[in-house]
Structures are given as C-alpha cells and as structure tokens.
C-alpha cells in the first residue's frame, strides 16, 4: 500500500465552533470549507491534518453519524508549561487533566475541544527506570 495521508476526521454538531478552535489555538489553515465538512493543514507542519464533519451528513454510512467519544489528539510540543500558560491560564480553554508529569516520559495537560474531544499536549522528557526498557531505539 502507498499511502499518502492519514488524518482523523471529527464528527461533530459543531463544525465551525471546532474548526475554529483548532485555527486560533493551534495554528490550523483551511485548505477546504464548506457548511458540513472543513479540512485543515498546520500552517508550519503541512503534514499536521485534521478535518471536520457535521453530524449527519450523507457521506457517513447509517449508524455510523454519532459525535466523535473516546478520540484523544496528541499534540507534541517543545514546552508543555510555556502552552498551559497560553491556552489554559490565558486562552482560558477548558482543562481537564491539568499540567503534569509522567514517569512513562511526558510533560502533558489534556483539554477538551467544543466537540468534546481530549487534546494532549505533550512535552518529551526523561523517562524513570522503570519505563527506560520499554522505548524501542
């Protein structure tokens, strides 16, 4: 298989209220938009993609048209307190893990987005002994 991109599409009642917030706060770009469904690129990682889809829309299969549940996007950053500053304390985004570290190796707060979806933002740091043998080099 040659594949060219892969990136979550998030369904939503909330199309634009959730694009938007993935452009103001993340550095987002249009590259589609329309009433039901809008496509974004990072603006400084073009491979970065994520899109969203209005709940109901006739392209998603019945049964299948439900808001997004259980979707966590992981977003890696070089300080996660520097952006828990900004979009926790400043932005006043909804936290709901706040700023922490783990011995598994992650600086990270979770906040959740106008659809309801976890976003991680992540810092790499050093690991505990205890997890240094599960990394693959």
Request: charged fraction near 20%; aromatic fraction near 10%; charge should be negative.
């Amino acid at each position: 298989m040659n594949i060219s991109s892969v990136y979550p599409v998030l369904i939503t009642d909330h199309v634009y209220e959730t694009a938007d917030y993935y452009r103001r706060h993340f550095g987002f770009e249009d590259t589609f938009t329309s009433d039901w469904y809008v496509s974004l690129r990072h603006s400084k990682a073009p491979l970065q993609e994520l899109a969203v889809l209005q709940t109901g829309h006739p392209t998603i299969p019945e049964g299948y048209s439900t808001p997004c549940r259980g979707i966590v996007i992981n977003v890696e950053v070089e300080d996660a307190e520097a952006e828990y500053e900004r979009l926790a304390c400043q932005a006043n985004l909804p936290v709901v893990l706040p700023l922490r570290d783990e011995e598994f190796g992650q600086r990270h707060f979770i906040l959740r987005d106008p659809a309801g979806n976890l976003v991680d933002i992540i810092q790499n740091i050093a690991v505990t002994e205890e997890y240094a043998g599960s990394y693959v080099q």
